[in-house]
């Protein structure tokens, strides 16, 4: 199971910091990322991390302003994104892949959190 936490609502130019525990299944030698989601847009892809944490992406909507880590001892990632604008306001969830390329399609993650609120206002 993976569960999100962390969301919430800020203003333009705050920062917020999402978590995922991934707890009943070890997730070593799986990428893990984040992605959101929009009423109304596709799910999109936001930053994805390999094991240990060699390999890492991040979209292009949040490029610079993000930092994603993990602990693998904690089983946990956390997503870091600063400069918050009122087009990140999205569901975000966390995924997990069987392979461990940080891939940036979500339909190569089978497993998925139930996903965390994030609101923007400017």
């Known amino acids: 199971q993976l569960q999100a936490s962390g969301g919430g609502s800020v203003q333009t130019g705050g ?5 995922c525990v991934f707890s009943g299944r070890g ?6 990322g984040w992605f959101r989601q929009s009423p109304g847009q596709e799910r999109e892809f936001v930053s994805a991390i390999s ?3 060699r390999s890492i992406r991040y979209g292009d909507s949040v ?4 930092t994603i880590s993990r602990d693998n001892i904690k089983n946990t990632i956390s997503l870091e994104i ?6 990140d306001t999205a569901v975000y969830y966390c995924a997990a892949r069987l392979y461990n390329y940080p891939s940036e399609r979500p339909d190569e ?3 998925w959190g139930q996903g965390t ?3 923007v206002s400017s």
């Open 51 to 53: 094991w240990p944490g």
């Open 27 to 32: 997730f070593s030698n799986n990428a893990v």
């Open 15 to 19: 920062s917020l910091r999402l978590s």
């Open 82 to 87: 600063n400069n918050l604008k009122p087009e």
């Open 109 to 111: 993650y089978i497993y």
């Open 63 to 66: 490029k610079g302003r993000a």
């Open 117 to 119: 609120q994030v609101t």
